[in-house]
């Protein structure tokens, strides 16, 4: 498995920005595939991105698409995810998720077995 340790969270207006990384630890971090995933109150824990390990594409949430960008840099063993345009729905705690079982439908939770603290997003109106 990998370690991984989000950071980026905080509080920001309606239609703000904000970056998040989730730096990742231990074995080849090249050989997996990443996902974002957030969870409100309340609520069940939701996908939100995906990037394969090349990098090559990506997978969004309808609810996010064209305002999130996901991307990584594997010489830094970095993920990122660009938020902007944020609304007061996207409040929640955000967490990075890394896998390696063979899959093309990347949004699925339970491939993934390595998971970050996870970092709080705080949108206000």
């Known amino acids: 498995q990998v370690q991984l340790v989000e950071s980026g969270g905080g509080l920001v207006q309606a239609g703000g920005s904000l970056r998040l990384s989730c730096a990742a630890s231990g074995r080849s971090f090249s050989s997996y595939y990443v996902g974002w995933f957030r969870q409100a109150p309340g609520k069940e824990r939701e996908f939100v991105a995906a990037?394969?390990?090349?990098?090559?594409?990506?997978y969004y949430a309808d609810s996010v698409k064209g305002r999130f960008t996901i991307s990584r840099d594997n010489a830094k063993n970095t993920v990122y995810l660009q938020m902007g345009s944020l609304k007061p729905e996207d409040t929640a705690v955000y967490y990075c998720?890394?896998?390696?079982?063979?899959?093309?439908?990347?949004?699925?939770?339970?491939?993934?077995?390595?998971w970050g603290q996870g970092t709080q997003v705080t949108v206000s109106s």
């Open positions: 990037i394969p390990r090349n990098g090559a594409y990506t």
């Open positions: 998720a890394a896998g390696s079982a063979p899959s093309s439908i990347l949004s699925r939770r339970a491939l993934y077995d390595s």
